[in-house]
Nanobody, 121 residues
Framework: VQLQASGGGLVHPGGSLRLSCVHS????????IAWFRQAPGKERERVGC??????????SYADSVKGRFTISRDNAKNTVYLQMNSLKPDDMAVYYC?????????????WGQGTLVTVSS
């Protein structure tokens, strides 16, 4: 499986941005897509996860983004989205998507390259 994240950029505090993660390869190889982020000098943080193979597309989120970020999928386009609203300076980071073997994204299989999100006035 290959993953390509895109959509990063500069946004003002309070603004919104949508990231995309296009995944290719046999969908039988993975069952979830996770979003992570890493800010300079900080540890990598899991943002959330979406089940790919299940019919309900179940999602989970970190407390730090719950209520502001939404992960969705378009299986016809092999794409997972991360909609980020009410962005804060603390959200500034390089964002990565990763394919997971399981639908709860506990066992990661492959990482995509990151996309930088800058939140600044």
């Amino acid at each position: 499986v290959q993953l390509q994240a895109s959509g990063g950029g500069l946004v003002h505090p309070g603004g919104s941005l949508r990231l995309s993660c296009v995944h290719s390869g046999p969908t039988l190889d993975f069952n979830g897509i996770a979003w992570f982020r890493q800010a300079p000098g900080k540890e990598r943080e899991r943002v959330g996860c979406i089940a790919i193979s299940s019919s309900d597309g179940r999602t989970s989120y970190a407390d730090s983004v719950k209520g502001r970020f939404t992960i969705s999928r378009d299986n016809a386009k092999n794409t997972v989205y991360l909609q980020m609203n009410s962005l804060k300076p603390d959200d500034m980071a390089v964002y990565y998507c990763a394919a997971a073997i399981d639908s709860q994204c506990r066992v990661l299989k492959r990482w995509g390259q990151g996309t930088l999100v800058t939140v600044s006035s």
